[in-house]
């Protein structure tokens, strides 16, 4: 059962611009709050890996995001969005597991984003709650520990766009991905390459080719979201190019 979520959109590490953005938010205040728990937690567990600069410039976002927060707008070197396209994703969570309360932290992703999602996902709630939750933020901020009584669950291999695997099942597709980067596992799909396959640098470069023939208007592709999945195939090749170089007895074509 969930009991809270937040799922941050966020730059892929190889990319080099820096955005972020709010994808969903389940955040009650009431009765427990769990809410504010989670975003506290993330806070708490991502500040300490903020540089110096970064850690100075926040409390002044927490202030700003009292009123809520305007976007876009440039945030601790982040430019704050509501577009979600092409943006990997970090899922915290707080769920209910039989008699245990367990915290999910997603982990996989650069600490930054994470902070400054769960601040514009406070900003984002009705004053009354806005309030609440930056209040957890705050706290955290002050004194970065993880509220007490709950199992703690850190995620080393996130999946962007997609749910958590199930903690304790095994033998699922999930499994094959372990130990493939996030951002690999990311590329490899837009491509059509399932876990186990062996990746080159010529099969990389037919499959470019072809699925942007399939993707181009002047092919018989649709011309709505044309530009973004082209961007998204170059974007995939550059990716998958730059592990095929790095990876010692990888095939080079």
């Known amino acids: 059962m969930v009991l809270a979520e937040l799922l941050v959109r966020h730059t892929r590490r190889h990319m080099p611009v820096r955005r972020v953005a709010v994808g969903t ?24 890996e903020l540089d110096p600069d970064q850690a100075d410039w926040l ?9 809520g927060l305007a976007v876009p707008r440039l945030a601790l070197r982040y430019r704050l969005q509501t577009d979600l396209h092409g943006l990997d994703g970090s899922r915290h969570r707080i769920v209910r597991e039989g008699d245990r309360t367990v915290l999910e932290l997603d ?11 769960a601040v514009m996902a ?18 955290a901020v002050a004194r970065p520990v993880l509220p007490p009584g709950l199992v ?35 590329a490899m799909e837009v491509f059509g390459l399932g876990a186990t396959a062996e990746i080159d640098r010529t099969d990389v470069q037919a499959r470019f080719r ?40 990888r095939v080079a074509g």
């Open 25 to 48: 938010a389940h955040l009650p205040t009431g009765g427990p709050g769990y809410g504010p728990m989670l975003l506290q937690a993330v806070v708490a567990e991502c500040l300490p």
């Open 59 to 67: 409390p002044r976002l927490v202030a700003d995001a009292r009123d």
């Open 107 to 117: 982990r996989h992703a650069p600490s930054d984003p994470q902070v400054i999602g």
């Open 122 to 139: 406070a900003a984002a709630l009705p004053a009354a709650p806005r309030a609440v939750a930056l209040r957890a933020v705050a706290a």
């Open 152 to 186: 703690v669950r850190r995620l080393l291999l996130g999946v962007p766009g997609a749910l958590p695997p199930p903690a304790a099942v095994g033998g699922g597709t999930a499994d094959l991905w372990v130990g493939i980067d996030a951002e690999q596992r990311w």
């Open 210 to 249: 072809r699925l942007v023939r399939q993707a181009h208007p002047d092919h018989g592709g649709a011309r709505q979201g044309a530009a973004e999945r082209l961007a998204e195939l170059a974007e995939a090749r550059t990716l998958l190019l730059a592990v095929i170089a790095s990876s010692p007895g």
